[in-house]
């Protein structure tokens, strides 16, 4: 501009002339640099507005757990960055990135988000050898797009697909990270839910098996102290009873000793069955341990009712042994409390009295064994 002023001042010797050439170049430089500062200007108006929507989209998307989510986002972002169409895709599951080995794309990939010209698409699943379904692509337009990886530092999640009619390339790399990072973060999550899962499934199992006998399923010593406590208290509270039976298998030693552990443990199983099918919702059945077991029934509390239910067991196990064909005979001692919140503190107390009453049980049948 100063080069060809000086010129035109140089070939000019009209004085008016020269001043109105002056004026000319003094008004154009004016011109020009305030195009510059509009330019300026408008690019910073437009760095601003990017800052502005990158920040927001980075709020919204840092809460996203679900992929749903994550598609629903960004297809109310893209307007405002200025794209028409744009395609993301993901693999079912992360693909980890290997240094030194070429990335072999999946063969089936999801369709997450399908936006085109303001209409979002159903996903869907397609093959990868055509990077879009065919019904996406108009062979009478013509497209200019970007292909970008879904990455980060260790994964490859898929890829975005996106129309060059952003407001600045810029938002492209932008995009593309927030994606990446949104499903990473999906990923990390999804990963947790399941961790968590396998964790709380884990300690149910291994809280059932501290709290139940291993060969029957019954409560174990532990299992029934806790189950107890509560009735108990209840007990306690309301001023109700309960009756609790301490059993032990006749003669257990010998049959183990005899026919071995194989049909010791067909023993225990016979009389857990034969126990169990005695209580009612609310009854309580543990194996304490070797032979013994703890019933407690909680509608029976009258002393006459209870010796009718210990001869009613006693029978039942006889009438196994018969029906069985048993090479042993299948019998069982026993001892019970009724508890009174008056007269026992706890639940051990009334053991000490029914486990008594047991020992009493089998005294008389040694008694009557030795007579015979």
């Given amino acids: ?44 108006y437009d760095f601003h507005m990017m800052y502005l ?4 989209a980075i709020k919204r998307l840092n809460d996203i757990r679900e992929l749903d989510d994550l598609y629903d986002s960004v297809y109310d972002i893209l307007p405002d960055y200025g794209i ?3 395609y993301i895709c993901v693999y079912d599951e992360p693909v980890l990135n290997v240094e030194g080995k070429d990335f072999e794309i999946p063969t089936s990939i999801t369709g997450g988000l399908l936006y085109h010209n303001g209409i979002k698409q159903e996903s869907t699943v397609f093959n990868t050898e055509g990077i879009l379904p ?3 692509i108009k062979q009478q337009e013509r497209y200019d797009f970007i292909c ?3 990455f980060n530092d260790t994964h490859q999640y898929g890829y975005i697909i996106a129309s060059l009619d952003a407001v600045d390339l810029l938002l492209y790399e932008t995009l593309r990270e927030l994606i990446s990072n949104t499903i990473r973060n999906t990923v990390l999550y999804r990963n947790r ?17 501290s709290l139940h006998d291993e060969l029957t399923g019954l409560l174990n010593r532990r299992g029934f102290y806790q189950r107890v406590e509560m009735l108990v208290g209840e007990a306690k509270t309301n001023k109700e009873t309960f009756t609790l039976f301490f059993c032990d298998l006749d003669k257990f030693k010998d049959i183990n000793d005899t026919y071995g552990h194989q049909t010791g443990d067909e023993a225990i199983l016979a009389t857990t069955e034969i126990l169990r099918g005695l209580l009612g919702e609310d009854d309580i059945l543990a194996r304490m341990g070797g032979d013994e077991f703890i019933i407690i029934l909680k509608n029976m509390t ?5 010796l009718e239910k210990i001869k009613l067991i006693k029978d039942l196990f006889e009438q196994n042994t018969i029906s069985m064909k048993r090479q042993y005979k299948l019998s069982i001692s026993m001892g019970y409390c009724i508890y009174d919140h008056k007269q026992h503190n706890d639940v051990d107390d009334m053991i000490a009295v029914a486990d008594k009453r047991m020992y009493g049980d089998k005294a008389y049948k040694r008694r009557k064994d030795d007579v015979q």
């Fill in 1 to 44: 501009m100063n080069r060809l002023r000086e010129y035109a001042l140089k070939v000019t010797g009209d004085s008016k002339v020269r001043q109105q050439l002056e004026d000319i170049f003094y008004k154009s430089i004016a011109l020009t640099g305030n195009q510059l500062i509009r330019k300026e200007v408008n690019y910073q």
């Fill in 134 to 136: 065919l019904q996406y």
């Fill in 84 to 86: 028409s169409q744009c």
């Fill in 193 to 209: 839910i399941a961790s968590e899962k396998v964790l709380t499934e884990t300690h149910d199992k291994l809280l059932l098996l």
């Fill in 148 to 150: 970008m990886a879904l």
């Fill in 53 to 56: 929507m990158s920040r927001s």
């Fill in 302 to 306: 009258q002393k006459a009712k209870v």
